[in-house]
């Protein structure tokens, strides 16, 4: 992830992790660092190299093409890109057209050196509900299982959100006390914010989503 994130030539360094799929539960972060990822290569390849997508956005634009008679230039649009990341795989529509144009659009991609990011909530080859032939491609890049942050990496997400509002100790005690996950963090990096605003006690606030809403 540190690779992904840090290196100004995506193309070569892609061989290594193409395609990156991120799994973990609802809360593990996957999709807060899918985000930071295209905005991180938006800014640096410009608009148009990247392209942002849940599953089911996918399946629409698809479908919609497909109506319009506009296929080709939807398929042609896609092989144009540089990074392309599509979320939520698990409720990508179990239907063979769908799966079998996103098997498609990944070997043009990754043949070309395109960068592709997936995320589910378990690993694909345990998605029995993936065509065969789609479960093989994504098996063939790097699947990365996530799980809610620890204590220390609570901490950095904290200091790089908190913008230098508070200082590392008030940080170090909220990522303490605030189990569970990214969601969870920034709920309560809030409630920090808006306490030291009105002048009340962070604990005198709402308490704590507990994780399982977020699940």
């Not at 295209?38 to 599953?55: D, K, M, P, T």
């Not at 994504?138 to 620890?150: E, M, V």
């Not at 901490?155 to 908190?162: K, M, N």
């Not at 914010?193 to 002048?199: D, F, K, N, P, W």
Request: proline share 5%.
């Amino acid at each position: 992830i540190k690779r992904l994130l840090a290196t100004d030539n995506l193309f070569a360094d892609s061989q290594f992790f193409n395609p990156l799929v991120l799994t973990g539960p609802s809360g593990s972060g996957k999709s807060h660092l899918a985000r930071g990822i295209a905005r991180h290569y938006h800014q640096l390849l410009g608009e148009g190299a990247v392209e942002y997508l849940s599953a089911i956005d996918f399946a629409r634009q698809l479908r919609s093409a497909r109506d319009d008679g506009e296929l080709e230039a939807f398929r042609k649009r896609l092989s144009n890109l540089s990074m392309l990341i599509v979320e939520d795989l698990q409720r990508l529509p179990q239907r063979m057209f769908v799966q079998r144009e996103l098997r498609d659009t990944l070997d043009t991609l990754v043949s070309a050196e395109r960068t592709v990011l997936l995320t589910a909530q378990k690993s694909p080859a345990t998605m029995m509900e993936l065509e065969a032939s789609l479960r093989d491609r994504l098996a063939a890049g790097l699947t990365i299982q996530l799980r809610p942050p620890s204590v220390e990496a609570r901490q950095e997400i904290l200091q790089l959100a908190a913008a230098a509002r508070f200082d590392s100790d008030q940080l170090a005690d909220l990522a303490k006390k605030t189990e569970g996950s990214v969601p969870q963090l920034f709920r309560a990096l809030a409630e920090l914010q808006l306490a030291s605003e009105t002048g009340q006690v962070a604990s005198d606030l709402r308490p704590p989503i507990p994780l399982k809403q977020f699940i």
